[in-house]
């Protein structure tokens, strides 16, 4: 028996739980305890692990972005807020945006010293443009000065 057979029998559970509840379904849900009059957070309805089993299968089934009620088969885009936290529904991770690194074979040698002496091209500019806003932040000095900045306290 495969160990991942149990998680196929709860999807279609977890679908018609999604179908019931919608997002919230997806959301851990803040309850007062009767008992006690604490409040403490009750577990989503529908596990992460489980909503993005069937996210991937919708994928791949091509039927992401509309459920079918009926068929119970289907993920809905606004089920991926709930999912991924909302904040970073449709944005891009920036790892993503950069690069991977290259194979070792491809970062040579020479290509880390053309990187270097193009970086010291701008390093002058870049050192006498931060010296001069440090010496621009400074007060003047001077007995006078220094007196008026006491005075204005």
């Given at each position: ?12 559970s977890a679908?018609q739980?999604?179908?019931a509840?919608?997002?919230?379904a997806l959301?851990p849900?803040k309850i ?8 403490r957070?009750?577990k989503p ?7 993005k ?5 919708a994928?791949k089934?091509?039927?992401y ?7 119970g088969?289907?993920?809905?885009k606004?089920w991926?807020e709930g999912?991924?936290g909302?904040k ?8 993503e945006?950069?690069?991977?690194k290259d194979t070792k074979?491809?970062?040579t040698?020479?290509?880390r ?5 193009l970086l010291l ?7 006498a443009?931060?010296?001069q806003?440090?010496?621009d932040?400074?007060?003047e000095?001077?007995?006078?000065n ?7 306290g």
């Open positions: 028996m495969a160990p991942y057979a149990g998680a196929l029998k709860r999807i279609p679908l739980k999604l179908h509840k919608g997002l919230a959301l849900e007062v305890d009767p008992m006690s009059t604490l409040e957070w009750k309805v529908v596990s992460r692990r489980i909503a089993d069937l996210r991937k299968r994928i089934n091509g039927t972005g509309a459920y079918d009620s009926e068929k088969i289907g993920w809905e606004s991926d999912l991924f909302g970073n529904v449709g944005k891009i991770n920036w790892m945006v950069r690069g991977f074979r491809e970062r040698r020479e290509s010293a053309q990187r270097v002496e091209e701008t390093a002058d500019d870049k050192i443009e931060f010296r806003k440090f010496r932040s400074k007060p000095g001077g007995v006078e220094d007196l008026k900045r006491r005075i204005k």
